[in-house]
């Protein structure tokens, strides 16, 4: 069971990479949306599936998270599997593109390493919980910003 927390909680070992493994966690949820629009293009404009599988792998990667405390630590570089959900969140009900999808990394990477706007005391939650809460947090701003951008455009 312990390979089964790891492998998602590392979103499939993208949380292995040498350097920087959030960014490269954000890149590879970023490549799974590319690729799942790629696939089933009628999606870009149905996002009730990306909601569902945010929502479940939020639940999931907090426990899983918890799992691994133990032996990984409280917030291990490693686990990955919060940014991923961070970047779906920042592109929810957005229109699925890549200029849409790379702004909406760059700026859920930006608010999920400075942390403004109370996004560091989503840390203070305990376990699996808050290790996913700052990155929750990072992808609302994103998305609120990017929603503005398609109101005033």
Not at 1 to 19: C, E, R, S, V
Not at 42 to 51: F, V
Request: include cysteine.
């Amino acid at each position: 069971m312990n390979f089964i927390y790891k492998t998602f909680a590392t979103f499939f070992g993208a949380g292995y990479a040498p350097l920087a493994p959030g960014t490269f966690g954000a890149l590879f949820a970023a490549g799974f949306v590319y690729l799942w629009q790629t696939l089933q293009p009628e999606l870009s404009y149905y996002h009730w599936p990306l909601l569902i599988v945010t929502i479940l792998a939020f639940f999931l990667g907090a426990y899983c998270t918890d799992q691994l405390a133990e032996e990984w630590g409280k917030d291990p570089s490693k686990v990955v599997i919060d940014e991923a959900i961070g970047l779906w969140i920042s592109i929810l009900f957005v229109p699925v593109n890549t200029v849409y999808l790379v702004a909406g990394l760059i700026l859920f990477r930006i608010f999920d390493i400075w942390k403004p706007l109370g996004i560091r005391k989503m840390e203070n939650i305990k376990g699996g919980w808050g290790v996913m809460m700052d990155d929750v947090l990072a992808g609302v701003y994103a998305n609120i910003i990017l929603q503005i951008y398609l109101l005033l455009s």
